[in-house]
């Protein structure tokens, strides 16, 4: 009998520590997140033409990533960064998104390839509820409606275009002018056009002709023939990248004396090499300086940074989508500090959320959002290409729309 109760006392007290010891398990902890390290994602394009923008921007990341190591990392952890290649392809972007996600288990994602690739991706980021931050191919289908884990920083196309063309109206002598748009027959193009109607319209300025292009085409000497034939002398360019030199040659081809105007994927030094002689000078509007712009702290310490981190090659890769790339790595890192040890997914969107008027020293506006707003947008600068000197020059200072 006294066996029995020592047995069962026995097992009453293994009870009571197995249950102690099942109660006093730590809570599931977040994707990504172990006591020392972050898991961070990005998805790019860094194979194909379009790398020289996932390049770029893979390479300032990497710049983050070190610095933020080399000081003791964020709040003890140090950040590892898996960079998923989607080779530009909407499809593609959402097969990595869930590789990243649901098999690497990241923890957030401070990269989301272009403008339709975003939007590809956002059904699983959403579902997920990833923290997220696109400050490289803004669409206005990225914000609106908002997304809970989605923040956009800098400007639409459409803001680009209408800005640039308000400046060339009052700035450039071209209040009388005819202007006309060539662009891309996809989200990415509505969104040119956008700018294009609301710059015509909101300057008084005269339209006299639109035309489209499939993405991907390559030959477009029958709509740049069009586009002469119209009379106009300025070219609104509604291409993302190469589109701006091709418009520029053929122009030259058959003498047509245009002024072309294009939206950020023309302030590269790639669209200058492919111009060759038939760089006019041509001008871009956009949200990032150019790297040359040192003055800025922000750009002169990325440069710095980048001259410590980086190999010659990468660093001459380097173009204006690093410097959205790093405010965007900035802005994650602040998000993710704020938080302190307990890090998690909803932690990060709710400091993001809270952001007013953060610094990311001058490579962008500062950064505001609020409840319901998922995009701060940029002031814009309008600058020109040298094409003798292979350089950009900003000739204006950031301009906000009017509300």
């Not at 007290?13 to 898991?39: K, M, R, W, Y």
């Not at 509820?129 to 696109?134: D, E, H, L, R």
């Not at 700035?171 to 990415?188: M, R, S, W």
């Not at 302190?340 to 997914?345: D, H, M, Q, S």
Request: aromatic share 6%.
């Amino acid at each position: 009998m006294k066996r029995m109760q020592s047995v069962k006392k026995a097992l009453a007290i293994v009870a009571v520590c197995c249950g102690g010891l099942l109660f006093a398990q730590p809570a599931v902890s977040e994707p990504g997140v172990t006591d020392d390290t972050i898991l961070m994602g990005s998805l790019m394009a860094v194979s194909g033409p379009p790398s020289l923008m996932g390049k770029a921007a893979t390479s300032a990341l990497k710049v983050w990533q070190k610095d933020v190591n080399a000081n003791g990392g964020i709040n003890g952890r140090k950040l590892k960064l898996i960079t998923a290649d989607d080779g530009y392809v909407p499809a593609r972007t959402r097969q990595m998104a869930k590789k990243l996600i649901e098999n690497d288990k990241v923890f957030a994602l401070v990269g989301t390839s272009g403008s339709s690739h975003l939007l590809a991706a956002m059904s699983v980021i959403d579902k997920h509820k990833v923290p997220a931050i696109n400050t490289m191919a803004v669409n206005s289908a990225h914000f609106n409606p908002p997304r809970d884990s989605v923040f956009v920083a800098g400007a639409t196309y459409c803001q680009e275009i209408e800005i640039a063309m308000t400046y060339a109206a009052k700035n450039l002598g071209k209040q009388d002018a005819k202007f006309v748009l060539i662009y891309q027959d996809d989200e990415f193009g509505k969104d040119m056009k956008c700018g294009y109607d609301n710059g015509i319209k909101n300057n008084g300025l005269a339209d006299v002709g639109q035309f489209k292009f499939k993405r991907g085409q390559k030959d477009f000497s029958a709509e740049i023939l069009k586009a002469k034939a119209t009379g106009a002398n300025v070219l609104i360019s509604g291409g993302i990248v190469a589109e701006h030199a091709i418009f520029l040659k053929e122009a030259r081809k058959i003498g047509w004396d245009m002024t072309l105007i294009g939206m950020h994927g023309a302030h590269l030094s790639a669209v200058q090499a492919l111009s060759g002689e038939a760089d006019n000078g041509y001008y871009t509007a956009d949200y990032v300086p150019p790297l040359s712009a040192t003055d800025i702290p922000g750009v002169k310490k990325f440069m710095e940074l980048s001259k410590k981190y980086l190999t010659e090659k990468e660093i001459k890769g380097l173009n204006r989508y690093a410097l959205s790339s790093y405010a965007a790595a900035l802005m994650m890192e602040h998000a993710m500090r704020e938080c302190g040890k307990e890090l998690t997914r909803a932690c990060v969107i709710q400091n993001l959320e809270n952001m007013d008027g953060f610094d990311v020293g001058g490579v962008m506006s500062p950064i505001t959002y609020g409840k319901g707003n998922r995009f701060s947008v940029s002031g814009i600068m309008v600058i020109q290409s040298n094409g003798l000197g292979k350089d950009f020059k900003r000739i204006s200072d950031p301009i906000v729309l009017a509300e």
